[in-house]
């Protein structure tokens, strides 16, 4: 019989990151930060940051090189250049900082310079972007004014679904693949040089005592921060930064323990696994502050009834009901502030989908049209504070 895999992702936020963050020295001071469940900021009288919009992309109505839809994520450049995969038309398109059109190439198509099944793609600091085209099985390189330059098969890497998160260096790639039968991730890192090659690979397995059926996985959250890895947790509130070889060299952590593990359940041929949120791994802003952006269910649920009342047509499961975070960190990732809200996301967005060495944001924002939006974070200590 042919089995099915079905996945309720309930809308957690992935999003990459390339080139921001402390140094490595910074970070290697950090060893392990145990925050407590309320920031050093928590009595504050009003919420110490503001969300400032500067900047859009995307029109209601108008030229069609301004119509967005099916907003994948979006890179940006030094230069304030956004580049915006655009899967409902299989495009590639970049905007100035301004809001100008600079280009747009592709089409729907599995040919050099088409897209189809697009999982991601990353900025190399300088000269290229980097999409991982066909399901992550082919990398395609773009120059940063439109023009297709190679293509290289992941398959040659022992991979053929890999999703990129960042560049340890200009000539070093950091890509992720889901295996099957964990909660976790591979981390892959490939070089560029030559006729590129696979430097090396590890797995970080949450799964714990956790049996996880054949055929299921659960992905976490991973970015590059100057030259660490930094990954998130599937079911603490905790944030690992590792060198290239998996070596952990600090943690942060925060005590709450409302994250919930994804949920499994097989009946059948019918596999499923559910999540029901959890944490993104931090951005740095502007003046060297962190945030973190999470989600999780606002009563206590059991994720493996939940999964399986998924499949329990004649029963289906209430709403889930969730909080938001946005949790504010000093330059020494201790915990400033958190700022709780109803539902999955911030109410002026959806979810993040880049940001710029200036350390500002770029998101999905809650219109009635796909549309970007620029933010820049505005901080300010409460009367009496320091960071």
């Not at 925060?254 to 949920?263: H, N, Q, S, W, Y």
């Not at 020494?332 to 539902?343: A, G, I, M, V």
Request: aromatic residues 10%.
């Amino acid at each position: 019989m042919k089995k099915f895999i079905l996945a309720a992702t309930f809308g957690f936020l992935f999003f990459l990151c390339t080139g921001c963050g402390a140094s490595p020295e910074q970070i290697e001071t950090l060893s392990v930060v145990n925050n407590p469940h309320d920031g050093l900021w928590q009595d504050a009288d009003e919420v110490p940051f503001r969300f400032v919009l500067e900047q859009t992309w995307g029109v209601e109505d108008g030229p069609d090189e301004h119509l967005l839809s099916r907003i994948r994520e979006i890179q940006v450049d030094d230069d304030g250049n956004i580049y915006i995969l655009n899967n409902g038309a299989g495009e590639l398109s970049s905007f100035n900082a301004q809001g100008g059109h600079r280009w747009t190439v592709g089409r729907i198509g599995e040919g050099p310079g088409e897209f189809h099944r697009v999982s991601s793609m990353i900025y190399d600091g300088s000269e290229h972007i980097f999409i991982f085209n066909q399901s992550g099985s082919r990398i395609d390189r773009f120059t940063l004014e439109g023009e297709y330059v190679d293509s290289h098969s992941t398959e040659r890497f022992g991979h053929s679904s890999l999703r990129g998160v960042g560049m340890l260096n200009a000539e070093t790639i950091v890509a992720k693949d889901s295996p099957s039968g964990i909660f976790g991730i591979e981390i892959v890192i490939i070089s560029m040089k030559a006729d590129w090659n696979l430097v090396t690979s590890y797995i970080i397995d949450q799964s714990g005592d956790l049996d996880i059926p054949a055929g299921l996985s659960s992905s976490l959250d991973v970015n590059v921060m100057d030259g660490f890895i930094v990954n998130s947790h599937l079911s603490k509130y905790l944030f690992e930064f590792r060198d290239s070889t998996g070596t952990v060299h600090s943690r942060v952590t925060r005590d709450i323990d409302k994250l919930v593990r994804p949920g499994t359940h097989v009946n059948g041929g019918l596999r499923v696994i559910a999540l029901f949120g959890g944490m993104n791994t931090p951005i740095r802003l502007a003046d060297t502050y962190y945030v973190a952006t999470g989600f999780w269910p606002a009563d206590h649920i059991d994720p493996d009834e939940r999964a399986a009342r998924l499949t329990d047509r004649s029963s289906p499961p209430e709403r889930v009901e969730y909080e938001s975070t946005i949790d504010l960190y000093n330059s020494k990732f201790e915990l400033l502030y958190s700022w709780t809200t109803p539902d999955i996301s911030h109410e002026d967005f959806r979810s993040i989908k880049g940001w710029d060495r200036e350390g500002k944001i770029y998101v999905a924002m809650n219109t009635d049209f796909p549309q970007i939006g620029r933010f820049r974070v505005e901080v300010t200590p409460p009367r009496n504070q320091t960071r």
